[in-house]
């Protein structure tokens, strides 16, 4: 089975433009979250839709919004590009909304260079 | 809130010689544990979690951690590693209860040599 997939792999924007990266979860899970790792820090976490619906959201500006998709698949947007949004990208999946004794899957990330 | 300090940047070490690499976390509520692998240009793959139970966890790969509450560490180990080990190790939390939120501490590079 296909694992968590997400595109582009890398992607190169000028400050103020705007990004869509996209996510594929493991078939069959309806939870998908999103991270910000920064070069050098650990993953920072941004969003969490389970069954379409916003379950939770980090410490980001509203220029960061997402959406979930009938197939669970899943859109992160970032609006007004800054220098500092430069990070990998990474897209989790899992089969249930909360974190008890389930494993969250990632992805292998969309590198994001804003210029 | 919770936190996660991971006080070893980079640890060093010969292969076939054991490893520890340490975790600590703050936080006012219970938390499950958790330690991922990223090798170079990959995702985060789990290595082992902490949910309940035997304090003693086993994981893939040959890495176990220990869970200890009164000092509220999660250091993992492994007994012998592998050139092949060479990665980036982060230690995560997530609240018991509520939305699926890992939070990661900075992270270890395991640098394994010949």
């Known amino acids: 089975d296909a694992g968590v997939t997400q595109s582009p792999t890398h992607l190169i924007k000028t400050r103020g433009q705007h990004v869509t990266l996209r996510c594929s979860p493991i078939?069959?899970?309806?939870?998908v979250s999103w991270y910000q790792q920064v070069l050098g820090q650990g993953p920072q976490f941004i969003f969490q839709?389970?069954?379409?619906?916003?379950?939770g959201r980090g410490n980001f500006p509203d220029r960061f919004s997402a959406r979930q998709f009938p197939n669970y698949s899943s859109e992160l947007n970032v609006n007004a590009l800054l220098l500092g949004d430069s990070a990998l990208y990474l897209c989790?999946?899992?089969?249930?909304?909360?974190?008890?004794?389930?494993?969250?899957?990632f992805g292998e990330g969309s590198w994001l260079t804003v210029v | 809130a919770q936190s996660v300090t991971q006080l070893d940047s980079q640890v060093p070490v010969f292969e076939e010689a054991p490893v520890e690499l340490r975790c600590n976390y703050s936080?006012?509520?219970?938390?499950?544990l958790f330690w991922y692998v990223q090798y170079p240009n990959q995702g985060l793959q789990l290595l082992l979690k902490?949910?309940?139970?035997?304090?003693l966890v086993k994981g893939i790969n040959g890495f176990e951690a220990e869970f200890n509450k009164s000092q509220t560490s999660f250091h993992l180990r492994k007994p012998s590693v592998h050139i092949s080990d060479t990665a980036e190790y982060f230690c995560a939390v997530s609240e018991l209860t509520g939305f699926q939120k890992l939070v990661f501490g900075t992270g270890t590079r395991l640098l394994v040599s010949p």
């Open positions: 936080s006012s509520v219970s938390v499950y």
């Open positions: 902490y949910l309940s139970g035997s304090t």
């Open positions: 989790a999946s899992s089969s249930e909304a909360g974190t008890s004794g389930n494993t969250i899957y």
């Open positions: 078939s069959g899970h309806k939870s």
């Open positions: 839709y389970y069954e379409k619906e916003e379950r």
